[in-house]
């Protein structure tokens, strides 16, 4: 019984002490991608994924950082992860982004006579000094439109996030639905 006891405690730390690591090497590459080290937040971000597989804020920087690094197909696979819902320890901030305004999405000709309809997400990085970073579509749709959501996405206007009194650059997935009613 006392030996069940000890290996359930044991097993309960390391659990812990796992997760915790991970969490602080999440922050430590988001921190890193935000000073502009890419190919050290990559590096950081890839092990903690390995630690966490259902981190979204790890998944979602690591894929904004082999944007950063030109790694595109890279980068779109790291994006999709960030589908799971994972909601521990969720960095707060003083001031969370601000959208102000989100240009509609024309939907194209091509598109109406096709038919086409569904989702496009695009990964977008909202800069500290309020512009739009780039816009990488990693759900995409035919006939124009996942270039119309780029080009919608570029024109966001938004208020940067605030974090220990300075603005800071946050990467965040916006999402584009087309219906054909």
């Known amino acids: 019984m006392k030996t069940s006891f000890l ?4 097993l309960l730390v390391f659990s812990f002490t796992a997760y915790a690591q991970t ?6 590459g988001i921190e890193v991608y935000r000073q502009g080290e890419y190919e050290k937040a990559a590096q950081i971000l890839q092990e903690s994924v390995k630690l966490e597989k259902k981190d979204r804020l790890a998944w979602l920087y690591l894929g904004a950082s082999l944007v950063k690094l030109k790694k ?87 208020e940067p996030a605030v974090k220990d009194g300075k603005s ?4 965040s997935v916006i999402e584009y639905s087309f219906s054909r009613f």
């Open 168 to 171: 800071i650059t946050v990467v």
């Open 72 to 158: 595109d197909s890279e980068a779109a696979k790291a994006f999709r992860k960030t589908n799971v819902v994972y909601k521990k320890n969720v960095p707060v901030y003083e001031r969370p982004l601000k959208i102000i305004s989100k240009p509609p999405v024309a939907y194209t000709e091509a598109a109406r006579r096709n038919q086409v309809s569904g989702n496009i997400k695009v990964a977008v990085e909202f800069g500290a000094d309020g512009k739009i970073g780039f816009a990488f579509p990693f759900q995409d749709l035919p006939d124009g439109l996942t270039a119309n959501a780029i080009d919608a996405a570029k024109s966001i206007k938004f």
């Open 23 to 28: 969490a602080t090497d999440r922050d430590k």
């Open 7 to 10: 290996i359930f405690v044991s």
